[in-house]
C-alpha cells in the first residue's frame, strides 16, 4: 500500500485575488479515519485532511465555493464527504462514487445531501475499473437527476477510452487535463483529448498541473496544455486545487502557487471567472 505524504503546512497566500464566488471544482476530504474509515480494499494510505483544514484552507486563498470529490481511499461510502456538504450546503457540492447497483432511491438520497456527479476511475493502480457496459447503466440511472460523469484516467488510456466518451449523452468532466504530462503537449494524447474537447457534453478540469510538470514548480510546461484545452471550450472548464493531493510524491506543492497558476493559465480575466464562478455554477447549481 502506498503511503502518501500530508498537504503543504504553510501554503502562501496568492499573489492575485479570486473574485467572489470562485469555486475550488475538486478537492478532498479525507477522514478523519477515527470517525469516517478508510477502505479496507484502498491502494494507498493516506494522512487525515478533514473538513476543518480544507475550511481554513480556502479561506486563506480566497475560495469561496468547492466541490468535494470522492476519493478513492474511502471507496463508495460517501459519509466523510455528505458530513461536509451538510456543514455549507449553500456553498458546497460534492461528486460520489457509486456501486455499480446502485438504485434511484440511493441516488436521490445523495442528491439531497448535495451530490451532483459520480465519479469513475479508470487508473488500474489506484482502483480496477468496471466494465463500461456498467458504467452505462449508472449513466442511465444518474440522467434523470441531471448528474454528471467525472472521468479519471491516464493520457495512454485516451485512445481507448476516445470513443465511449464522445458517446456519453449526458455532461462528463474529465480530470486534471487528463493526466497529461508537460512533454505530453501536441503528441498523440494531447491531440485525443482536443478532440474530446470538441464535443458540447465534454467539460474540462485544469487542474493537477503538479502532477504532470516534468519541470515542478511554477509548472510552467504544464501552462500551454491548458491554454489549449481553455480555448476549446471556456464555457465547460473548471478549476481546482485537488487539495490534500492524494498518492503524490513529495514535494508537495504550495496551494497559493496553484492559485497564482491559473492565473497563467487564464491570462484574460473574463475567461478566468468564468472558469472559477459561472461554470461551475452552472454546472453544480450554486
Sequence with gaps: MISCPPPHPDPSRPKFQLPEGACDSHCHVLGPADRFPYSNNRAYDPPDAPKERLFTLHKHLGISRAVIVQASCHGVDNSAMIDTLQAFPETMRGVASLPLDCTEAQISALHEAGIRGARFNFMSRIL??????????????IAPFGWHAVLHFDPDQIPELKNWI???????????????????????????????MEHDLAW??????????????????????????????????????????PVLKQPMPDDGHLVDLLFEMVPDETTRNAILVDNPARLYGF
Design 128 to 141: 480496477k475499473a468496471p466494465p463500461l457496459e456498467a458504467i452505462d447503466r449508472v449513466l442511465e440511472r
Design 166 to 196: 464522445n458517446g456519453i449523452s449526458i455532461p462528463h468532466v474529465i480530470d486534471h487535463m487528463g493526466r497529461l504530462c508537460g512533454d505530453d503537449f501536441g503528441g498523440e494524447y494531447f491531440q485525443g483529448l482536443c478532440e474530446i
Design 204 to 245: 474540462m478540469k485544469i487542474s493537477g498541473a503538479e502532477r504532470g510538470s516534468k519541470t515542478g514548480d511554477p509548472f510552467a510546461d504544464m501552462v500551454p496544455i491548458a491554454r489549449a484545452l481553455v480555448k476549446i471550450a471556456p464555457d465547460r472548464t473548471l478549476w481546482g486545487t485537488d487539495w490534500p493531493h
